[in-house]
């Protein structure tokens, strides 16, 4: 019994603690690009202290005002994004950017000029034409134009 316990408290000394894990977590996250910056700023602290003073046989309190400077230290830890959040972030940008060119587009589609107008008689034209050469050119219409000039030259 007593080496089991020996063992088992050897054992948890010897294992992962948090603050062990703690240290690999934040070196990992060194090393993907964490920055930690120590900053400092300075606060002013002023107080006010009143304490009585004897005047012509009266009590007067007169105040008096402090004032202290302290530097307060704190760090600043700079996250780097992930894949993930810099995806949306290009999305979004993506997103603004066509909104912008929309409007753009209205506005400009409001002053709108008919450059060219499609003469609509030259395409019938052409339909009618395309149609009666077809007719035309059939062998069975020119076999009827050989007989019906025949049959005229005959007479």
Request: with cysteine.
């Amino acid at each position: 019994m007593i080496r089991l316990i020996a063992i088992l408290s050897v054992l948890t000394l010897l294992s992962c603690s948090s603050e062990r894990k703690a240290q690999y977590h934040y070196r990992k996250a060194l090393k993907h690009g964490l920055k930690v910056v120590n900053d400092s700023d300075t606060i002013r602290i002023t107080t006010l202290d009143s304490f009585p003073v004897i005047k012509n046989d009266t009590i007067v309190w007169e105040k008096f005002i402090t004032t202290k400077d302290t530097i307060v230290n704190f760090k600043n830890v700079y996250i780097p994004k992930t894949r993930w959040q810099t995806k949306i972030e290009y999305k979004e940008r993506v997103k603004t950017l066509r909104i912008e060119g929309k409007t753009k587009w209205k506005t400009a589609k409001a002053v709108q000029v008919v450059k060219y107008r499609t003469s609509w008689w030259l395409v019938l034209l052409a339909f009618v034409l395309g149609f009666v050469l077809r007719f035309i050119l059939n062998s069975t219409f020119i076999s009827r134009v050989k007989l019906f000039f025949r049959y005229f030259g005959q007479i």
